[in-house]
């Protein structure tokens, strides 16, 4: 007999789907509830867990999860997937960029949460404990909020755990994207935050890292762009998600491994100083050099008050689209852009 699991009021059973609500946090007159399906197959098998939506404008990968959970069929699975499309359902209601506006903190780096601190630290202690502890495996979607563009690719958690970290590296590799990005601690990272902040582009904090370093291989996707669902996007998701699930034997099928992948690393966030219009040189995907002039930062004037030049030989994965630029950092717009080494 195939045991059930239980998340929240949500029960599967075997050789069905169920589509429920995960109550995650209480506000004053009303509750925070993450849409939640479990489908369970009728043999035995593995646990994937997916969540998507940590942002609540990057689209590709909340509608990939949304496909996904509707039409996959128990009937034809062994063990159990677990997704979540909408992780910061708040986000998602108010088109909030990278925070969850009731409390105004990213949930991207607050794992593994704290039941005893502001809301977003509540969700992620639930995610961590109640969901992606139960999984054998965990994928995290993200890819761009809406105010960015970005090269796609996977994260790839580096715990010095080598078995882990090789079962990490095969579940990215179910992804038909072009790059990994090893990623570290902070403690063990020459990633630099931009001047004036602490915003790093390091593994801390990350749900795939709270779970690989608990001995649960993980990865993340990043695929999308400026608040669009675009069917390109969101098939890297689908389609890396149904290889996953062959990869796992949870579905039938020989998966395909996407191995001939460059890996990023050393990533950094450059930022501006100044404040005014910012107009961008380079697209991402750009290869860069070091010194090279990559935006301005004009007056209202049209003159250049400022140019952002590149700190490292490198690509630009990650770039912010807005033209406002503040001088200095915010939670939505802690840099300009996010260039890496490329191997
Ligand atoms: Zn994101």
């Avoid at 059973?13 to 369970?40: D, M, T, W």
């Avoid at 090789?166 to 179910?174: D, E, F, V, Y």
């Avoid at 790093?200 to 001995?215: I, P, S």
């Avoid at 690509?315 to 490329?342: G, H, K, W």
């Amino acid at each position: 007999m195939t045991a059930s699991i239980q998340i929240g009021d949500v029960k599967s059973s075997p050789g069905h789907s169920v589509h429920g609500s995960f109550k995650v946090a209480e506000r004053a007159a009303s509750s925070i509830e993450l849409p939640i399906s479990i489908i369970q197959g009728k043999s035995e098998g593995p646990t994937l867990v997916i969540v998507a939506g940590e942002h609540g404008c990057e689209y590709s990968g909340i509608v990939a999860a949304v496909k996904l959970a509707h039409e996959l069929n128990a009937s034809e699975m062994m063990g159990t997937v677990i997704i979540l499309p909408l992780a910061n359902p708040v986000a998602f209601d108010t088109r909030s960029l990278f925070v969850n506006p009731i409390d105004q903190v990213n949930p991207y780096g607050a794992y593994p949460g704290d039941p005893g601190a502001t809301v977003t630290f509540q969700i992620a202690h639930k995610i961590l404990n109640e969901v992606a502890l139960k999984g054998d495996a965990v994928v995290h979607l993200h890819g761009a909020d809406y105010n960015e563009a970005l090269v796609p690719f996977n994260y790839v958690p580096i715990t010095g755990n080598g078995l882990v970290d090789s079962r990490s590296s095969q579940l990215a590799s179910c992804f038909p994207v072009s790059y990994h990005l090893n990623a570290l601690p902070a403690a063990k990272s020459n990633s630099v935050p931009p001047v004036g902040t602490t915003y790093a582009v390091t593994a801390d904090g990350t749900l795939y890292w709270e779970v690989a370093t608990r001995g649960i291989p993980a990865t993340m996707l990043e695929a999308g762009k400026e608040g669009k669902a675009d069917k390109e996007t969101v098939s890297i998701h689908y389609d890396g998600l149904i290889n996953v699930m062959k990869h796992l034997g949870i579905l039938a099928g020989t998966p395909r491994y996407h191995r001939s992948v460059k890996t990023l690393k050393n990533p950094v966030l450059v930022a501006n100083r100044r404040a005014g219009l910012f107009i961008p040189k380079t697209e991402y995907g750009d290869v860069v050099k070091r010194g090279q002039a990559l935006g301005e930062i004009w007056n209202f004037r049209g003159e250049v008050i400022e140019t952002i030049k590149s700190p490292i030989d490198g690509m630009v994965v990650c770039r912010i689209n807005f033209a406002a630029a503040d001088s200095y950092p915010t939670q939505t717009q802690p840099y300009l852009f996010y260039i890496t080494e490329v191997e």
